[in-house]
């Protein structure tokens, strides 16, 4: 069982980066998937989520309007696609999954399994 987290690297503010998260060894169908960040010296942040059951995408004030979710059931890959980024996004981004069969961003969630984390620097 597996998470493997990628996409991250440097850019400069207002571009544009996709982060994917490819699992294997279990399905990401009907569960949800959360995005979390940690910056230097600071704590893990809850970025966003998407749970697949209700079709329900959920996002962190700071993220709203400029980070999406999207699902590629067929790929078992969950991408977060972030735009007008911000040198405050700079952190290491990480992907996790609560593999109970219909869990959804509006209940409670275990995040079970983490990826490794890629880091997204945003800088001039």
């Known amino acids: 069982v597996q998470l493997q987290a990628s996409g991250g690297g440097l850019v400069q503010p207002g571009e544009s980066l996709r982060l994917s998260c490819v699992a294997s060894?279990?399905?990401?169908?009907?569960?949800?998937i959360g995005w979390f960040r940690q910056a230097p010296g600071k704590g893990r942040e809850r970025v966003s989520c998407?749970?697949?059951?209700?079709?329900?995408?959920w996002y962190a004030t700071s993220v709203k309007g400029r980070f999406t979710n999207a699902r590629d059931n067929d790929k078992n890959t969950v991408f977060l696609e972030m735009n007008s980024l911000k040198p405050e996004d700079t952190a290491v981004y990480y992907c996790?999954?609560?593999?109970?069969?219909?869990?959804?961003?509006?209940?409670?969630?275990?995040?079970?399994?983490w990826g490794q984390g890629t880091l997204v620097t945003v800088s001039s």
């Open positions: 996790a999954a609560d593999p109970t069969y219909g869990s959804s961003c509006y209940g409670t969630l275990s995040y079970d399994y």
């Open positions: 060894g279990f399905t990401l169908d009907y569960i949800a």
């Open positions: 998407i749970s697949d059951s209700d079709g329900f995408s």
